[in-house]
């Protein structure tokens, strides 16, 4: 009898459980669970969780492989691959994540139009992770926000995880004027 207890006790750990409708608490099932900082491996660690404990779930990534989590007011993502026995299918759950990317590299112009002579209204180092706010319709640059920093930048230069990814992202057109370009006579053309 008490290996029959054990075992379901083992059981019961090795299951997410959802507790209540309001908390919507899971138990991880392993020990050493990374949390990252965004839904993807190339993101940060920003703690671990083992056996037995219990986070709030938020939701989950786009894909369903991440599941967003709660650890007592700092958020993150654990993989779903350590999450099973969910009374729900992962993609049931709402999408949450917030588009982030990381800078790919040393020093990053952040631009006031998405164009290469837009002013340039700051700089972000590598590694500095961004949030995504739109795209244009060219394809080519990605609206950003960092802190009090916002503006346009060229998307080859974030990690951005795939083309539907970025497809999510709302689209932003912005009438530009052109810039005038002086002649040697004097007069000014427009491009």
Not at 4 to 23: E, F, H, M, N, Q
Not at 71 to 91: H, K, N, P, R, T
Not at 125 to 151: A, K, P
Request: hydrophobic content about 40%; overall charge negative; glycine content about 8%.
């Amino acid at each position: 009898m008490k290996l029959k207890i054990a075992s379901l006790t083992l059981l019961l750990l090795l299951v997410v459980t959802i507790i209540g409708a309001d908390g919507k608490r899971i138990t991880i099932p392993r020990d050493h669970v990374r949390v990252r900082y965004g839904p993807n491996t190339e993101y940060v660690v920003i703690s671990h969780l083992n056996r037995g404990d219990q986070v709030e779930y938020i939701g989950r990534d786009h894909t369903g492989d991440w599941i967003k989590v709660d650890l007592d007011g700092i958020q993150g993502w654990v993989s779903a691959d350590f999450v099973v026995g969910l009374e729900v299918d992962v993609m049931q759950l709402p999408i949450v994540e917030d588009q982030i990317a990381r800078v790919l590299v040393d020093t990053l112009n952040v631009r006031s139009d998405p164009l290469y002579d837009a002013l340039i209204v700051g700089k972000v180092s590598r590694d500095v992770i961004l949030t995504l706010t739109g795209r244009d319709d060219g394809g080519e640059w990605i609206r950003v926000q960092n802190g009090t920093l916002s503006g346009w930048v060229v998307r080859v230069h974030l990690s951005i995880p795939d083309e539907a990814y970025f497809m999510r992202l709302p689209l932003i057109s912005r009438a530009h004027t052109p810039t005038p370009i002086p002649t040697e006579t004097g007069e000014t053309l427009l491009p």
